[in-house]
């Protein structure tokens, strides 16, 4: 399992100023990565939006260095399982890291959520003396698709009421429930989710009015209609929890259902389309249907008629969860890590319990 411990004592870091150094070409070799999540390359190196997207590689050496693009976003960077440091907003800059001589693995984590800014990344470079290693491979894999409660939205705020700023800043993707259910197994995992997001409404139905879940899902980048390749991404397990944003606040009349009773009915419907659609690309993953206690009549009744009729339809690799207690005391009234830790514990209870599901059974 991957710890979360600082190892200054056993590494000596130095970060290179803008201007300082050139990273193409770079002096050295390019390290082959592993990418977890959803990302396009281009000339300016792998892109990407989603949440709690990583890199990770391995080598044999003495010093590394990790090539950033970009000034929007927040990372953990992880040598040997232990946290090394955050590195915040790191622009087109590297980071040079020396080691103990021996293999090693690295490993870069985004923790933010950016959702109109686009982060490059350019790799990992090594002295010539040093030797390249295969990159971590993982048999398991699992995905989860969702929201803020998915994203990790301030669950590191100290406090509720929160700017934007602080919002980002105190969001850390990779202490949510579905990175902390992943590590525990050893598993390759995407966070397809996004803040104030919804099936078929958004947050108060006016927040991201040209977004909504089933169109962006099919995408690497938002705003990008590009459909995302990802040949070798089958999950043996998708968690979907979505649906707080649709009923989060009374319909308005302007608002194209009229009343939460169409709502529920459109966003049923859609719900079940999106599930089948999953489903046609992931026949041998076991899909959960999620939601928190004490929410909406619409959300939580809306995930019991699509469960029902995923179910009636013969889908027998389904199940219907109902979270454990969420506290509010994050950002805006969202939870805390705390709360991201019991949901990711209870996800792991499940899956210890239910193992046939990583078999595809």
Same mark, same amino acid.
């Given at each position: 399992?991957?710890?979360?411990?600082?190892?200054?004592?056993?590494?000596?870091?130095?970060? $290179?100023?803008?201007?300082?150094?050139?990273?193409?070409?770079?002096?050295?070799?390019?390290? !082959?990565? #592993?990418?977890?999540?959803? *990302?396009?390359?281009?000339?300016?190196?792998?892109?990407?939006?989603?949440?709690?997207?990583?890199?990770?590689?391995?080598?044999?050496? *003495?010093?590394?260095?990790?090539?950033?693009?970009? %000034?929007?976003?927040?990372?953990?960077?992880?040598?040997?399982?232990?946290?090394? $440091?955050?590195?915040?907003? !790191?622009?087109?800059?590297?980071?040079?890291?020396?080691? =103990?001589?021996? @293999?090693?693995?690295?490993? +870069? @984590?985004?923790?933010?959520?950016?959702?109109?800014?686009?982060?490059?990344?350019?790799?990992?470079?090594?002295?010539?003396?040093?030797?390249?290693?295969?990159?971590?491979?993982?048999?398991?894999?699992? @995905?989860?698709?969702?929201?803020?409660?998915?994203?990790?939205?301030?669950? *590191?705020?100290?406090?509720?009421?929160?700017?934007?700023?602080?919002?980002?800043?105190?969001?850390?993707?990779?202490?949510?429930?579905?990175?902390?259910?992943?590590?525990?197994? /050893?598993?390759?995992?995407?966070?397809?989710?996004?803040?104030?997001?919804? $099936?078929?409404?958004?947050?108060?139905?006016?927040?991201?009015?040209?977004?909504? $879940?089933?169109?962006?899902?099919?995408?690497?980048?938002?705003?990008? &209609?590009? &459909?995302?390749?990802?040949?070798?991404?089958? &999950?043996?397990?998708?968690?979907?929890?979505?649906?707080?944003?649709?009923?989060?606040?009374?319909?308005?009349?302007?608002? !194209?259902?009229?009343? @939460?009773?169409?709502?529920?009915?459109?966003?049923?419907?859609?719900?079940?389309?999106?599930?089948?659609?999953?489903?046609?690309?992931?026949? %041998?993953?076991?899909?959960?249907?999620?939601?928190?206690?004490?929410?909406?009549?619409?959300?939580?009744?809306?995930? /019991?008629?699509?469960?029902?009729?995923?179910?009636?339809?013969?889908? *027998?690799?389904?199940?219907? +969860?109902?979270?454990?207690?969420?506290?509010?005391?994050?950002? =805006?009234?969202?939870?805390?890590?705390?709360?991201?830790?019991? +949901?990711?514990?209870?996800?792991?209870?499940?899956?210890?319990? #239910? &193992?046939?599901?990583?078999?595809?059974?």
């Amino acid at each position: 399992m991957w710890k979360p411990i600082f190892l200054a004592a056993l590494v000596s870091l130095s970060v $290179m100023p803008a201007g300082a150094t050139s990273l193409s070409p770079h002096p050295g070799y390019s390290l !082959p990565v #592993h990418i977890g999540g959803r *990302t396009t390359p281009s000339a300016n190196g792998d892109g990407y939006q989603w949440p709690a997207i990583y890199f990770e590689s391995r080598f044999s050496g *003495t010093q590394i260095e990790i090539l950033f693009n970009n %000034d929007t976003s927040n990372f953990n960077v992880i040598l040997d399982d232990h946290l090394l $440091m955050v590195v915040n907003k !790191p622009g087109n800059n590297s980071i040079a890291i020396n080691a =103990n001589d021996g @293999e090693h693995k690295i490993r +870069v @984590e985004k923790r933010s959520e950016t959702q109109y800014a686009t982060g490059h990344f350019l790799g990992f470079s090594v002295p010539e003396k040093s030797a390249a290693l295969s990159p971590p491979a993982r048999a398991r894999q699992i @995905e989860f698709i969702g929201d803020s409660l998915t994203v990790g939205y301030g669950n *590191t705020s100290a406090f509720s009421q929160c700017t934007p700023e602080q919002i980002f800043e105190t969001t850390d993707a990779q202490q949510g429930f579905g990175p902390l259910t992943a590590k525990h197994f /050893d598993a390759d995992y995407q966070i397809n989710a996004f803040s104030g997001l919804g $099936m078929v409404r958004n947050y108060d139905g006016r927040e991201h009015p040209k977004y909504h $879940m089933p169109m962006l899902y099919d995408r690497a980048l938002f705003d990008d &209609p590009t &459909p995302v390749n990802q040949p070798n991404w089958h &999950p043996q397990v998708i968690v979907i929890g979505i649906g707080g944003n649709d009923f989060s606040t009374p319909v308005r009349p302007d608002e !194209p259902w009229g009343n @939460e009773a169409n709502l529920r009915a459109d966003y049923v419907k859609t719900y079940t389309a999106f599930v089948k659609t999953i489903r046609g690309r992931n026949p %041998d993953a076991f899909i959960i249907l999620a939601t928190p206690p004490d929410r909406q009549e619409g959300y939580t009744g809306g995930t /019991d008629d699509v469960f029902a009729a995923i179910k009636t339809a013969g889908d *027998t690799k389904i199940d219907r +969860v109902t979270l454990p207690e969420l506290d509010k005391i994050g950002c =805006n009234g969202h939870p805390s890590t705390r709360a991201d830790a019991r +949901v990711a514990d209870f996800y792991i209870q499940y899956l210890t319990d #239910h &193992p046939q599901v990583w078999q595809g059974k």
